[in-house]
């Protein structure tokens, strides 16, 4: 499975971005996908993740109503929608995927990952 995730760039704060995340080499509806951050000095962390059909979402609980995680499996890519962006959204941005009908936060359930998109907010 590959993922190439793409959409990042540098935004002024209070600003929007979407990011995409397009998956090859796997039966996409058969992922849970997820979204994690990792900014400079710190360790990579969940921000949010989605069911095969996006029935279900969940999403870090310091980032809820500014994140907005999203599948299309007809073009078997993940996005996710942040609005309001924030000198602290500062980070690179990885997409991953873990096999299985079960929403997954944790980073040890995604075997799968992209190999990141950068995000920087100026303020």
């Known amino acids: 499975v590959q993922l190439q995730a793409s959409g990042g760039g540098l935004v002024q704060a209070g600003g929007s971005l979407a990011l995409s995340c397009a998956v090859s080499g796997g039966t996409f509806s058969g992922y849970c996908m997820g979204w994690f951050r990792q900014a400079p000095g710190k360790e990579r962390e969940f921000v949010a993740a989605?069911?095969?059909?996006?029935?279900?979402?969940y999403y870090a609980d310091a980032l809820t109503g500014r994140f907005t995680i999203s599948r299309d499996n007809a073009k078997n890519t993940v996005y996710l929608q942040i609005d309001s962006l924030k000198a602290e959204d500062t980070a690179v941005y990885y997409c991953a995927a873990s096999y299985g009908s079960r929403t997954v936060r944790s980073i040890e359930m995604y075997p799968y990952w992209g190999q990141g998109t950068q995000v920087t907010v100026s303020s």
């Open positions: 989605i069911n095969w059909n996006g029935g279900d979402r």
